[in-house]
C-alpha cells in the first residue's frame, strides 16, 4: 500500500483551519488537522514544501515509522509548527489504518474504557452577574462541568475570555482577527483580590454538584499563584489551569506545597519532553496537550500513558481552533484512555463548520459519544472548503498598566 499524493487546505468558517488530506493508492484516504491558531500558514507551508515530498510513496500503515522518520529527519526538533505538521500527518495515518480495519480508531487504541466523555464549556461574562446567567444556560442544556471567567471590576480592560459588553456571554469567542495585535491590560493585584470571591459565589448559587474550572491563562507568578490556589481552596475547584507560564516548572512545586488545588497545565506544549518531569514529580493533576499540535495520536498517546503511572488524568486542549477532526482524534483517546479526565468542548457545531467536517460524533447532555464508523469517523468536504481562505488573524498581547509586557 502507498501514499500517492497529499492536500492541504486551510480556511473554513470564521476560523482559519488547516487540513490535510492524504490519498492512497487503495483509494482510501486519511485526514489530519494541523491547525496552530493565528499561525495557521506556517504548518501548512511545512507541510507542503518539507513534507508531503517524502510522504508520497510510502507505506501508510506504517504510522510509527513514519512519526519517526519526520521526527528524527528534522534534526531540529519539536516546537509547535513542526509537531502541528507531523500530528495532521499522524492523525490521517491512522484514519486510513481505521477505514483499512473497518474499525473506529478507539478500537485500534484498546477499546472502550467508557461510553460517554465528560466535557466543559466555557461560561463567561462582563461581570460576574453575566457570568451567573451563562453558568445557568449551560446547565440548562445539560453540562455538568463549566468552566468561569468574568470581568474583574476596575481592570482597566476586558481580559482573557471575557466579553467587554454585557450580554454578550454564552458562546461567546474571543475575536483574533487582524493582523495587528490587539492589546489587553492586566492588573493580577485586582484579580488575586476579587476572583476568589467570585468562585466562591459561583460555588453557593449552583452547589456543590457542578464542577467548576477556571483558566490564569498563564498570568501569576508562582508566589502569587500559591496564594490564590490556597485561597480558592474551599471551593473545591475541578481544576486551576495554568495558574503561571509553564516555562518554569519548579513555579508548580511552590504552588503544590502550599495547596491541593488541582492542577491543570499543558495546552502550550508540544511534546512529552516538555511535561514529563511535572508528570514524573507529580506536580500537575491533568495534562492538556493537544493531539493537534502534540505530534498527533502516536505521540499523545505516550503522554497519557506516562501520565497514567503518575495518577495525573487527561483533560485536552479544545479551543475553537482545532477543527472537528483533531477533536474526533482526541475523543478516540478519550474513549480509551483509562486515566481520562475531561475534555474541554467549544460549540464547533454551526451549520457552516457542520457542512465542512460531516462527524460521526454526538454531543448529548455534556457528553461526547465517539463515533462508530470506521477511522476517524469525520469527513472534510472540499467543495464547501472551496469557498474560504486564509483571514490573519493574531492573539492580544497584555501590558501591565505602566506598560511593561505581560503574558497572554
Ligand atoms: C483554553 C485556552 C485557549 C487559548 C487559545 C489560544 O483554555 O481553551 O486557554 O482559550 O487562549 O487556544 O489560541
Ligand atoms: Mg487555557
Redesign the pocket.
Known amino acids: 500500500m502507498k501514499i500517492t499524493d497529499a492536500k492541504v487546505f486551510v480556511g473554513g468558517p470564521a476560523k482559519n483551519y488547516v487540513t490535510l488530506k492524504i490519498f492512497t493508492d487503495q483509494g482510501v484516504y486519511g485526514l489530519g488537522d494541523a491547525t496552530l491558531?493565528?499561525r495557521e500558514t506556517l504548518p501548512a507551508q511545512y507541510l507542503q514544501d518539507y513534507l508531503i515530498p517524502s510522504l508520497i510513496g510510502m507505506d501508510p500503515r506504517n504510522s510509527e515509522d513514519i512519526w519517526q522518520f519526520f521526527y528524527r529527519g528534522a534534526y531540529f526538533r519539536r516546537g509547535p509548527i513542526a509537531m502541528a505538521a507531523f500530528g495532521a500527518i499522524d492523525m490521517a495515518l491512522w484514519d486510513i489504518k481505521g477505514k483499512m480495519a473497518g474499525m473506529p480508531v478507539y478500537q485500534l487504541l484498546g477499546g472502550k474504557s467508557r461510553e460517554g466523555a465528560m466535557v466543559y464549556a466555557?461560561a463567561t461574562g462582563a461581570d460576574l452577574e453575566d457570568l451567573m446567567d451563562s453558568v445557568a444556560a449551560y446547565i440548562e442544556d445539560g453540562y455538568k462541568a463549566v468552566?468561569v471567567q468574568c470581568g474583574i471590576p476596575g481592570m482597566p480592560t476586558a481580559s482573557?475570555?471575557v466579553p467587554e459588553e454585557k450580554g454578550d456571554s454564552k458562546n461567546y469567542m474571543?475575536n483574533?482577527s487582524g493582523i495587528r495585535p490587539k492589546v489587553e491590560v492586566w492588573d493580577s493585584d485586582r484579580y488575586i483580590r476579587y476572583m476568589p470571591d467570585a468562585l466562591a459565589e459561583i460555588r453557593d448559587r449552583f452547589g456543590p454538584e457542578l464542577h467548576i474550572l477556571h483558566?490564569v491563562?498563564h498570568r501569576l507568578l508562582p508566589r502569587e499563584a500559591a496564594e490564590f490556589a490556597k485561597a480558592v481552596e474551599p471551593i473545591r475547584l475541578f481544576w486551576l489551569?495554568?495558574p503561571t507560564p509553564a516555562e518554569d516548572q519548579d513555579a508548580l512545586r511552590l504552588i503544590r506545597q502550599h495547596s491541593t488545588t488541582p492542577i491543570a497545565i499543558g495546552?502550550v506544549f508540544n511534546s512529552i519532553w516538555e511535561c514529563n518531569k511535572l508528570i514524573e514529580n507529580e506536580l500537575i493533576d491533568y495534562i492538556?496537550v493537544a493531539a493537534t499540535y502534540g505530534g498527533g495520536i502516536t505521540h499523545l498517546k505516550r503522554i497519557v500513558d506516562l501520565a497514567a503511572l503518575h495518577h495525573v488524568k487527561t483533560g485536552f486542549?479544545?479551543?475553537?481552533?482545532h477543527s472537528p477532526i483533531s477533536m474526533a482524534a482526541q475523543a478516540h483517546l478519550n474513549a480509551w484512555a483509562p486515566n481520562f479526565g475531561i475534555q474541554?468542548y467549544?460549540v464547533l457545531g454551526t451549520p457552516e463548520c457542520n457542512a465542512l467536517f460531516p462527524s460521526e460524533h454526538r454531543m448529548e447532555n455534556g457528553m461526547v459519544f465517539v463515533s462508530e464508523a470506521p477511522g476517524l469517523g469525520v469527513d472534510f468536504d472540499e467543495n464547501e472548503a472551496a469557498q474560504y481562505s486564509y483571514q490573519p488573524g493574531s492573539?492580544p498581547v497584555v501590558r501591565l498598566q505602566d506598560g511593561t509586557l505581560w503574558n497572554?
Open positions: 491558531n493565528n466555557h468552566r482573557y475570555a474571543t483574533f483558566d491563562h489551569e495554568d495546552e492538556r486542549h479544545g479551543a475553537p481552533s474541554e467549544l492573539h497572554y
